[in-house]
């Protein structure tokens, strides 16, 4: 009798895949490293061939690693899809959207967007989660969520994009400080003060801390929190400087006693994205969605110019 994979063993293969380390793999999933082992080795003795090979980065999926890793992903994302819309017979809803998105998107524009979208299609549901970059491009991939919205600059390899929005990140300081003085500065000006860090696993402070290592520097982070909210708030209590989009930090800005500093490096000028596996892949509300946010984004930055 023939043996097919079950959505357990896809999901763990995945995660191997992508972790590259059956070790890690195991912490992400809760579960202990023997038992992925042994589910890839039974899906290996199943079809007959190697699916994974340790290669120079750890391990890595073979030929037929890499077809398996395709269909897996698309085989989970269409059983999450599956369970979603069956859901939705339960609750009356006729139709429900999950997005994965980052920090800022959440607290500068998108919110909006979906409330206005929402407000002409009442009988929808959207699901908003906050999540860092490397996050929302695996929940895309893995079919966990419809789609996701992120800064360009994450990997987005593979994925099918749209342009949204912008923003500028900027210092925000206490109107004392030594640098409040400057009109913009460079990123490697703030170097020699204290900063507060937000979101740590965060595509942008991944970011500030390649430019720091370039300029031969390091980050001195004297607080952590989660929120562009809450670093203002600590920098208005003199705690440290912030890098935030001006987005976020103008209605904080004259409350709080702050100075909003353009950044003139390239990369604070950021360009956000709607990524999602492929447009067909898409249901169709999440298609109307998308091209909603797409079409809304175009139009404003066109009033703007």
Known sequence: MKRYFDPVTLRMFIAVCEERNIARAAERENIVASAISK????????????LL????????????????LRQARDILGAMERLHAELREF???????????????????FLPDDVGSFLAQHRTLRVSLDERVSSEIVRGVREGSVDFGVCWDAGDLAGLHTLAYRSDHLCAIVPSSHPLA???????????????IEILSGGIVQITLRRAAAMAGRELRH???????????????????????????????????????????????????????????????VAGLLVDYLHERAGEDAGRLA
């Open 39 to 50: 589910r890839v080795a039974a899906a290996e003795e199943s079809v007959g061939v190697s």
């Open 53 to 68: 090979k340790r290669g120079r980065r750890g391990i890595e999926p073979t030929a037929a690693g890499e077809a398996l």
């Open 90 to 108: 339960g609750s009356g809803i006729h139709g429900s959207i999950r997005i994965f998105a980052s920090l800022s998107v959440l607290a500068e």
């Open 181 to 195: 003085r400057r009109k913009r500065l460079a990123f490697v000006d703030t170097l020699a003060y204290d900063q």
């Open 222 to 284: 004297r607080i952590q929190v989660t929120t562009f909210d809450a670093a203002c708030r600590n920098v208005g209590a003199g705690l440290g400087i912030a890098i935030v989009p001006r987005e976020s930090a103008e209605p904080y800005a004259q409350a709080l006693g702050l100075r909003i500093l353009p950044l003139t490096d390239p990369w604070a000028e950021r360009r956000f994205v709607i990524c999602m596996r492929s447009r067909e892949s898409l249901s169709a």
